[in-house]
């Protein structure tokens, strides 16, 4: 069992810049290909971005694509996604999810962080 815990969140103004950082334990972190998630008020939760087990692979959403970078550092079991120019459509919690099979691109995000706040403010 894997246990993530996300942080960096916070309130930021449009335009402005967060890094989330979600560290990673329990497992060998590299493993294993991870995703971050956000859900805003009344809506569903959405992949935002996804990096595979080695990092050689990377996914965006349409929304966020050039904006946002996921990263990851397999010697500090941590994931990371930098977010730039901010909107305030942006504004949801974010969660770090990590896949249940090793080395799969495939299989269910099982695993999941209790979530960090971002609010981008206009």
């Known amino acids: 069992q894997v246990q993530l815990v996300e942080s960096g969140g916070g309130l930021v103004q449009a335009g402005g810049s967060l890094r989330l950082s979600c560290a990673a334990s329990?497992?060998?972190?590299?493993?294993?290909?991870m995703g971050w998630f956000r859900q805003a008020p009344g809506k569903e939760r959405e992949l935002v971005a996804r990096?595979?087990?080695?990092?050689?692979?990377?996914y965006y959403t349409a929304s966020v694509k050039g904006r946002f970078t996921i990263s990851r550092d397999n010697a500090k079991n941590t994931v990371y996604l930098q977010m730039n120019s901010l909107k305030p459509e942006d504004t949801a919690v974010y969660y770090c999810?990590?896949?249940?099979?090793?080395?799969?691109?495939?299989?269910?995000?099982?695993?999941w962080g209790q979530g960090t706040q971002v609010t981008v403010s206009s």
């Open positions: 999810a990590a896949r249940d099979s090793p080395y799969s691109s495939s299989s269910a995000f099982g695993s």
């Open positions: 329990g497992r060998t972190f590299s493993n294993y290909g």
């Open positions: 990096i595979s087990w080695s990092g050689g692979s990377t």
